[in-house]
């Protein structure tokens, strides 16, 4: 598999790489550029940033480059794996990701040399890799882009942890070679203070497997956009996220699965909760099938658990069909608030209400818990969501 060129994007409908693309057929399908000219900064009254508390992103939006020293970067673990930098001021310009906002155009035109990751071919990684991204300081900006190449019929995993205080824009584009298995997991543990915008795109080899965990729990603004496409029919996609906003959060998910080849496969699959006056969540998640993706399969499901008065979750699932020859495609999305039966099931056999109010939400994240399947991950995720609990009882 090869990583994508101006030419081959002009194979693909794009007349320049850096060049805005404008669909004309589908509505599913999104701008994008390298030129923080064709995004214009947002006001807010725009589809995309319609739920987004735009006023508090202005440092985001800036095309001034960012504070010396805002984050630091510490990549560990799987010593076999190349860490060096890849030049993304020339062309080509990116591998996978082209911006499709202000804030990934941004990340992009402001940092000159990418964090490249490459796996090799034919190996297996035993231990994770692990590349922690710490804030300095509440309101320093921060750029940042990261390119990680899994090499054909590799396995690996690969955790991308954010800590810490800044104001930050991160963009991710993975490259899944031919046959290989690639887990990417972002945690997102921000400081109360930190702002974070991030572009994650996977291109999917034939017959991969590509797994995207997304575990959102801190930060005062976070909202990421994770898309998905392939570059040859058979690969798999699944998407996974979590999240638990309290009082005074904004936590943003938006998904973008594109099926361009036929035989593949698509499931996303994320779950929130609030709790807190003003908690805020938002889920946005867009599947395309296009005319030339035969015999695919795809589903997406979101679901949100309601536990106080005050908080609000968005969620707007889409399904664009452009052919009548796939294997199955469909959607649902809830909201609810606690179920009050379920507590007084639980606190009639003895169980204390503050006891049972974590059961109920433990069940509630149990099934997709279970799907991510990576210990060190879950273990840190039911512990922190047991803390964010613990916040409202005190």
Known sequence: MT???????????????????????????????????????????EEEWRFTPIDTLTNLFSDAAGDDGAVTVDVSGAQAVVADTLDIGEAPRGTVLTPADRAAVVASANTEQALHLKLDNDTEYAEPLRVRVHGEGAGRR??????????????????LEHTGSADHTGNLEVVVGDGANLTV???????????????????VGRDATYRHIVVTLGGNVVRLNSNVKYAGPGGDATLLGVYFADAGQHLEHRSFVDHNAPRCRSLVTYKGALQGDTARTVWVGDVLIRAEAEGIETYE??????????????????????????????????????????????????????????????????????????????????????????????
């Open 185 to 203: 997991v972002s945690l997102q543990q921000w400081d109360d203070d930190a702002n974070h915008l991030g572009q994650h795109d996977a291109m």
């Open 142 to 159: 921060s750029n940042a882009h990261y390119v990680i190449e899994a090499g054909r019929h590799s396995k690996a995993l690969v955790i």
């Open 3 to 45: 990583l994508i060129t101006p030419e081959r994007n002009q194979a693909q409908g794009h007349t320049d790489s850096s060049a805005a693309f404008v669909p004309d057929q589908s509505r599913a399908e999104r701008k994008t550029s390298f030129e923080s000219a064709d995004f214009p900064v947002p006001h807010g009254r």
């Open 301 to 394: 499901l979101n679901r949100n658990l309601v536990l106080t008065d005050g908080a609000r979750a968005d969620s707007v699932p889409n399904l664009e069909i452009e052919t009548g020859d796939i294997e199955g495609a469909g959607h649902a999305s809830s909201t609810g608030r606690f179920d009050d039966e379920q507590l007084f099931y639980l606190q009639a056999r003895g169980i204390p209400e503050a006891e049972a109010r974590r059961l109920v939400v433990r069940g509630f994240f149990a099934d997709i818990v279970a799907k991510i399947g990576v210990p060190e991950v879950v273990d840190g995720l039911m512990e922190a969501i047991e803390d964010e609990l613990a916040a409202t009882e005190q």
